[in-house]
């Protein structure tokens, strides 16, 4: 009779043995997937981050810097740029924002000032900025991000001149 107890009890061993290694690789892949999941998840996020931040960067700017003459496209150097004067204690400044080396930049200087585009702050990693006006007031911009995906803008300005005229009742 002990001999077929030690079998009964060997394929209870088996079966808590075989129980057991089921649970941990289950576990294990649902440990992996999760991971996977994670990852995928991050990496979606931190492009989404970059995409908002350089088109709304610049859109903030544009927005603070919305004055009558205060807007302009011109160029820094070699860099296409958009160009905001404000005058600060009756002297001028100029803010440029421009890409430089795979980064979108700003630089704040004196309008009588040359600067040199790499003297420029780097705010977020992008591949290229360039804008145009597309109408009086009306400004389209198109970002291109790392990845290569270009983001087309159209800002407008609140003090930019109204076209056509007001019909009268």
Not at 74 to 85: K, Q, S
Not at 102 to 107: F, M, N, S, T
């Amino acid at each position: 009779m002990e001999f077929g107890g030690e079998k009964k009890h060997m394929v209870d061993i088996l079966f808590v043995l075989t129980l057991f290694f089921v649970f941990a690789l289950s576990a294990l892949t649902l440990v992996i997937l999760g991971a996977n999941i994670y990852k995928s998840t991050v990496n979606h996020m931190e492009e989404s981050f970059t995409d908002r931040t350089s088109y709304a960067y610049v859109t903030q700017k544009l927005r603070q810097n919305d004055e009558a003459g205060a807007l302009a496209l011109g160029y820094l150097g070699d860099e296409e740029a958009l160009i905001m004067t404000q005058e600060v204690n009756n002297t001028i400044y100029n803010t440029y924002i421009y890409s430089h080396d795979g980064y979108l930049c700003e630089l704040l200087s004196r309008a009588d000032m040359e600067m040199d585009p790499s003297a420029g702050t780097k705010i977020i990693s992008i591949e290229d900025l360039s804008f145009d006006e597309a109408a009086p007031g009306l400004y389209s911009v198109e970002v291109t991000t790392e990845d290569g995906e270009t983001i087309p803008l159209l800002l407008s300005s609140h003090t930019a001149p109204r076209g056509g005229d007001r019909l009268e009742d």
